[in-house]
T-cell receptor
Framework: GAGVSQSPRYKVAKRGQDVALRCDPI?????LFWYQQALGQGPEFLTY????????KSGLPSDRFFAERPEGSVSTLKIQRTQQEDSAVYLC?????????????FGPGTRLTVL | QKEVEQDPGPLSVPEGAIVSLNCTYS??????FMWYRQYSRKGPELLMY????GNKEDGRFTAQVDKSSKYISLFIRDSQPSDSATYLC??????????FGTGTRLLVSP
């Protein structure tokens, strides 16, 4: 069965450009998460959706970061006016339900490099 | 100071060795404790999940939680070269979001 997919896998942006990163969760999964993983670090939580509702966006580092999941399936993470410090791997995860005990399945990530 | 501390390694061991990986944490609200394995250029995958103090065993893997000391461990018995990866501890206070450690890079040599 298909897992979580993310596109593009690699993105190079010039400083100041806007980027959009896509996540296709496992079909039917209610919960969707975005994490940011800097080089040599563990993933850091960015935001959480339950269906189309964004229930937690406490990890978004600035108002340049915006995420949406309008129909409760595919999600897009948008970064406006990219900065060098935004360079990282952006991981998407989905889980079947809304319970903490539900396993989060991670995608392979999108590696963003801002020049 | 980070909520979750983990030695980044690398930790190099010969094949067949017992590996011990550890994390400490500061947030008493953490109730759920996980270990993930991450291969290079891949997303993390869940290895073990516990929510109480004590030991949990699954094949060659044993997860240990000591809430009184705020300390968790993962033991790998009979380590294999295919176990070479980064091991991430993760914790949750029950609100879905996971807080990860830095990850420990493990290298198992044949």
């Amino acid at each position: 069965g298909a897992g979580v997919s993310q596109s593009p896998r690699y993105k190079v942006a010039k400083r100041g450009q806007d980027v959009a990163l896509r996540c296709d969760p496992i079909s039917g999964h209610v919960s969707l998460f975005w994490y940011q993983q800097a080089l040599g670090q563990g993933p850091e939580f960015l935001t959480y959706f339950q269906n189309e509702a964004q229930l937690d966006k406490s990890g978004l580092p600035s108002d340049r970061f915006f995420a949406e999941r309008p129909e409760g399936s595919v999600s897009t993470l948008k970064i406006q006016r990219t900065q060098q410090e935004d360079s990282a791997v952006y991981l998407c995860a989905s889980s079947r339900g809304a319970n903490t005990l539900d396993e989060q399945f991670f995608g392979p990530g999108t590696r963003l490099t801002v020049l | 100071q980070k909520e979750v501390e983990q030695d980044p390694g690398p930790l190099s061991v010969p094949e067949g060795a017992i590996v011990s990986l550890n994390c400490t944490y500061s947030n008493s609200a953490f109730q759920y404790f996980m270990w993930y394995r991450q291969y290079s250029r891949k997303g993390p995958e869940l290895l073990m999940y516990t929510y109480s103090s004590g030991n949990k065993e699954d094949g060659r893997f044993t997860a240990q939680v000591d809430k009184s000391s705020k300390y968790i461990s993962l033991f790998i018995r009979d380590s294999q070269p295919s176990d070479s990866a980064t091991y991430l501890c993760a914790m949750s206070a029950g609100f879905q979001k996971l807080v990860f450690g830095t990850g420990t890079r493990l290298l198992v040599s044949p």
